[in-house]
């Protein structure tokens, strides 16, 4: 009996360790694709995605670089697919791409949760339960950058001229984040019943480079008339910076200059005086948002359309 009794359980504990065996050699299987590498601010936010899935979730996460190139992430949205990812996190590279990737990862069966790169309605519409858009509000930040330069007593207007005129360095056209903060700081001005003048207006991709070069473009061709150079983020804001500096200007006396993001390095120019603000884009709340949401829609539940994380003024 006593023998019996031992088999028995002994049976029941090489039952149990099977079973948790086989937990563990399951682990949450997440594909994440940026739209690219090189970008400031999306290097924050997945490195922090990653380490975050890997604690909180103990998943297998994979992260891979889209190098600016839809086909390329096409490409590594089907390789995701084929190993039997059980969800994809996606930065597109172009938001219009969402349709083709919503039908790739439907056909598999297998969840998307969109991030940074806001899809249309549309297309956020096509997979309900099944797919997610997690980010911040564009149009909150812009409307901070410009009630940043309201709050001054000169409300931007800093050669007294009659109106604020101003520089305005856009990331990437195609990216409602571009759109919304071009179009909001400006509204947030002209609600507050403040002249504006645009001067000048170009693309910089996101990116520091281009932003020091248009920037100095730009105050080589209207010199004191800038009031405001607004950028669309911070790495754009640090070029700017340069030029403002090699041109002989000076940041909050002469000039101001706005970002969005919050670097380490931006926030520390704020404090400074050597930025006039920026806008606290939360990598930490949206990844973290983020790898909640794809923990949920693996496991078969129901998703949101949409989780919005909230800007914070940085002045
Ligand atoms: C924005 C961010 C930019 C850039 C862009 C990429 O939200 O402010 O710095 O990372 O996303 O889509």
Redesign the pocket.
């Known amino acids: 009996m006593k023998k019996l009794l031992a088999m028995v359980l002994a049976a029941v504990m090489a039952l149990s360790v099977v079973g948790m065996a086989t937990a563990e050699e399951k682990p949450l299987k997440v594909g994440v694709c940026i ?1 690219r590498f090189d ?4 290097t924050l936010y997945r490195t922090e995605l990653q380490k975050y899935l890997e604690e909180t979730y103990g998943a297998e996460v994979t992260v891979v670089d889209g190098k600016n190139d839809q086909t390329e992430q096409t490409n590594q949205i089907n390789s995701f697919i084929a190993e039997g990812v059980d969800v994809l996190i996606v ?1 597109l590279v172009q938001s219009t791409a969402a349709s083709a990737v919503t039908e790739l990862a439907k056909a598999a069966d297998i969840p998307v949760v969109y991030i ?2 806001e899809p249309s309605e549309t297309d956020m519409a096509a997979w309900e339960g099944k797919i997610a858009y997690v980010g ?1 509000d ?1 149009r909150q930040s812009g409307t901070m950058q410009g009630q940043i330069v309201y709050d001054r007593e000169d409300h931007g207007d800093l050669n007294g001229n009659g109106t604020v005129d101003y520089v305005m360095i856009v ?2 056209p195609e ?1 409602v ?1 571009a759109q919304y903060r071009t179009e909001y700081s400006i509204k947030c001005l002209t609600d507050n019943g403040v002249a504006v003048n645009k001067l000048f207006e170009q693309r910089g991709d ?1 990116d520091r480079a281009k932003g020091q070069e248009l920037a100095a473009t730009a105050l080589a061709q209207f010199g004191d008339q800038i009031d405001v150079i607004f950028c ?4 754009m804001a640090l070029g700017a910076y340069q030029a403002i500096v090699s041109a002989g200007r000076k940041v909050n006396k002469d000039i101001l200059l706005l970002g ?2 919050a670097l380490d390095e931006c926030q520390e120019m704020v404090a400074n005086g050597e930025m006039t603000g920026t806008v606290l ?1 939360d990598h930490i709340g949206q990844s973290h948002k983020a790898a909640d949401v794809a923990a949920e829609a693996a496991k078969g539940e129901a998703i949101d359309a949409y989780y919005w994380v909230d800007y914070q003024m940085i002045k």
């Open positions: 739209y970008d400031d601010f999306m930065n940074n790169r911040a564009a990331g990437d990216n984040d996101w669309n983020n911070d790495a969005v993001d884009n």
